[in-house]
């Protein structure tokens, strides 16, 4: 058994469990202000590590790993049009079929999430939905749900597929937490019952975990070397694909939206982090391979 993939899995799962209560823990303090401004600046930030993990990581690992199995495909680039494809899948099932539903941090201080949480009872009495209505939300809840978890299990294939694991982890783990903190934000707008929503949580957390043991399981079980890294190489690059939608689509581009930006100061944190963490993502590299090159000479 891979017991630093295992740690990495469980660490994945409660990080995700974590960041999906941080909507119900900011209701608890007393600056909300101050408190949501510096989870959003962390939450953008972040970007810079998944963006850097999806490139130096997944898309450069996979590449190398699909040129090393010896299947050339006639010169097509395969492993590019698998990215390329991925992404595109993605931004389908996210901005065409589902309905735009990604917010920031903010939206858990207001008016009408802190009525519902607490008074769902009396909320349910005064907002009577039609059968129609009511399936209509459940269906966006569903679909909503479905589309994150399939990135969510995308990036637990690129976990499950790498030969290191721990820049792939970090990657993940520096945005998973945000992921579901937005998600349960944007379900509590539509699911009045909480233990609805922590039912919801942990089934979306699940989905990462689930990922990297697939990935792992159908590796290990491949006996021809050549084909084991085509697959290896196949499942980076799909994931690649998911970690550059993430971070350019769902986390940059929103981001940087005028309703995004009530803070001047704030909007060039945000951009500067996210900066300076994507360089320091791509220098790992350096430190990767002067391990290498240590343990060849040793």
Same mark, same amino acid.
């Given at each position: 058994?891979?017991?630093?993939?295992?740690?990495? =899995?469980? /660490?994945?799962?409660?990080?995700?469990?974590?960041?999906?209560?941080?909507?119900?823990?900011?209701?608890? +303090?007393?600056?909300?202000?101050? /408190?949501?401004r510096?989870?959003?600046?962390?939450?953008?930030?972040?970007?810079?590590?998944?963006?850097?993990?999806?490139?130096?990581?997944?898309?450069?690992?996979?590449?190398?790993?699909?040129?090393?199995?010896?299947?050339?495909?006639?010169?097509?680039? !395969?492993?590019?049009?698998?990215f390329? =494809?991925?992404?595109?899948?993605?931004?389908? =099932?996210?901005?065409?079929?589902?309905?735009?539903?990604? %917010?920031?941090?903010?939206?858990s201080?207001?008016?009408?999430?802190? *009525?519902?949480? !607490?008074?769902?009872?009396?909320?349910? #009495?005064?907002?009577?939905?039609?059968?129609?209505?009511?399936?209509?939300e459940?269906?966006?809840?569903?679909?909503?749900? @479905?589309?994150?978890?399939?990135? #969510?299990?995308?990036? %637990?294939?690129?976990?499950?597929?790498?030969?290191?694991?721990?820049?792939?982890?970090?990657?993940?783990? /520096?945005?998973?937490?945000a992921? #579901?903190?937005?998600?349960?934000?944007?379900?509590?707008?539509? +699911?009045?019952?909480?233990?609805?929503l922590?039912?919801?949580?942990?089934v979306?957390? $699940?989905?990462?975990?689930?990922?990297?043991? &697939?990935?792992?399981? @159908? &590796?290990?079980?491949?006996?021809?070397?050549?084909? #084991?890294?085509? @697959?290896? %190489?196949?499942?980076?690059?799909?994931?690649?694909? $998911?970690?550059?939608?993430?971070?350019?689509v769902?986390?940059?581009?929103? /981001?940087?939206?005028?309703?995004?930006?009530?803070?001047v100061?704030?909007? *060039?944190?945000?951009?500067?982090?996210?900066?300076?963490?994507?360089?320091?993502?791509?220098?790992?590299?350096?430190?990767?391979?002067?391990?290498?090159?240590?343990?060849?000479?040793?």
């Amino acid at each position: 058994m891979d017991w630093a993939l295992f740690g990495y =899995v469980i /660490a994945t799962f409660f990080i995700s469990v974590i960041g999906g209560l941080i909507p119900f823990l900011i209701k608890l +303090v007393k600056n909300k202000t101050i /408190a949501i401004r510096v989870i959003n600046i962390a939450s953008v930030a972040a970007s810079g590590l998944f963006l850097g993990g999806g490139i130096y990581h997944m898309l450069a690992e996979g590449l190398e790993m699909m040129e090393e199995s010896g299947y050339s495909f006639g010169g097509y680039p !395969l492993g590019w049009t698998l990215f390329g =494809v991925t992404f595109f899948l993605i931004f389908f =099932v996210d901005r065409v079929i589902v309905p735009h539903s990604h %917010g920031s941090f903010e939206d858990s201080d207001s008016e009408e999430d802190n *009525y519902t949480l !607490l008074h769902d009872d009396e909320h349910h #009495s005064h907002h009577r939905h039609t059968v129609a209505d009511t399936f209509q939300e459940w269906t966006t809840i569903v679909v909503l749900v @479905v589309a994150l978890s399939i990135h #969510s299990f995308l990036e %637990g294939l690129g976990l499950g597929s790498a030969n290191k694991y721990l820049m792939v982890f970090i990657a993940i783990a /520096a945005h998973k937490w945000a992921d #579901s903190g937005l998600t349960i934000i944007y379900l509590m707008k539509k +699911v009045k019952q909480w233990w609805v929503l922590l039912i919801i949580l942990i089934v979306f957390s $699940s989905f990462t975990p689930l990922g990297a043991i &697939i990935g792992k399981f @159908v &590796i290990a079980s491949l006996d021809d070397e050549s084909v #084991s890294l085509l @697959v290896q %190489g196949v499942f980076c690059c799909i994931a690649a694909g $998911s970690f550059f939608f993430v971070a350019i689509v769902e986390i940059l581009s929103e /981001a940087f939206e005028e309703h995004n930006n009530k803070y001047v100061l704030d909007k *060039y944190l945000k951009f500067g982090l996210a900066f300076v963490l994507f360089i320091l993502m791509s220098l790992t590299i350096l430190l990767e391979g002067e391990e290498g090159e240590s343990s060849i000479s040793e």
